[in-house]
């Protein structure tokens, strides 16, 4: 069959998935190790999470070695092969909920029309194999779909839809995370910076130098600048103020803390600079973002 490509621009807001089909393949493990079921389209939005693999999967040109814990995302127009052994949940997916295809008789190995391929820059991230962060996590989601859709309720698709969107989200922030799937990364770097981040993370009221964080890293000030700006992105100082920032927003629509209060404990002792970095940040003063996101008697 000859796939004629359609795609579209879409809004994450516009997700709004409909589960067309789901189930545990556990039929693979009976087969030999590298053999291979017969190659096909995709015509749908397909997930699966591997509880067992000495396999691998074939997706467009590309053959991936898969191990357990694995995720694959495949789209529609792709063509694809599993090579065995591996036991996998597969999740076929409708993303905007409308193709009209129906869940009681749909068939993902069946001819049928393709849906559209829709571009977003989240979506158009996720890679075609990757391995998230946490393998218990992904487990219970994609065991709490099958359960459900073999269960269905009156209310089941409210359970479904948001467990796919969990999904989405969990796979787009691991995607983000610079701490998962990066293959080049050096090891004993990574820990560092990790180390560094959590230091962060825990001593946000008190004074930081990029002196402090390279001691904590083992490593020179200007060696760690370098290889904490090369993995996440950003300074020492922009991650710094970003923290404080985002723990000074969470102060202030949780408590009743005066601002002055707020930004000593987010480690400024100068209120209205922190005034002006909070303002600079957020587009208002602290005490508006109080009142925008507060209810008041």
Known sequence: MKYEKTSADISIDQLSPIVLKSFLFTQGLNFREGYRLKGRYVYDYELEFFVYSKGGMVIDDKEYSISKGDVVFRRPGQYTQGIMPYSCYMICIDLLGNTGKDPQTYDFIKEQDFQINYRNPLLDGIPSVFKPSNYHKYQELFDLVLKEYINKREFSGILLKSTILKIIYEICSDVKNPFINNENKNLSHYMAVKRVKEYIDTNLKQRITLENLASVANLSPTYFHRIFT???????????????????????????????????????????????VFKSRTGVAPGEFRKRHSYFI
């Open 230 to 276: 090369e993995t996440l992105g950003i300074t020492p100082t922009e991650y710094i103020t970003n923290a404080r920032m985002d723990k000074a927003k969470e102060l202030l629509v949780k408590t009743n803390l005066p601002v002055y209060e707020i930004a000593i404990e987010c480690g400024y002792d100068n209120i209205p600079y922190f005034s002006y």
